[in-house]
């Protein structure tokens, strides 16, 4: 499924997990002023300018996070 082209994406501040490399996989975003816990990384994916990960939240939800590789910035999107 392609969701990259049907999406509206938000800005989003996300706190990531830093291990071999920098900003490794999401921990946590907010939505709003409501924090919301990854609790799996269920897919990501990559092209020249965004990384893209479908998470699992504590609020049973499904998002597409993505981070624009240049700037740093992320953005997210509730698929389910």
């Excluded at 490794?24 to 709003?32: A, I, L, M, S, T």
């Excluded at 924090?35 to 994916?45: A, G, I, K, N, T």
């Excluded at 740093?72 to 698929?79: G, N």
Aim: proline share 4%; aromatic share 18%; glycine share 4%.
């Amino acid at each position: 499924m392609n969701h990259r082209s049907s999406l509206h994406m938000r800005p989003t501040k996300v706190e990531t997990y830093s291990g071999y490399k920098a900003d490794e996989y999401p921990k946590r975003f907010w939505v709003g002023d409501r924090e919301l816990e990854v609790m799996d990384v269920e897919d990501r994916w990559f092209d020249p300018a965004f990384s893209y990960f479908r998470v699992f939240t504590n609020d049973a939800g499904r998002y597409i996070l993505r981070r624009q590789i240049e700037s740093d910035c992320w953005e997210y999107a509730r698929i389910h």
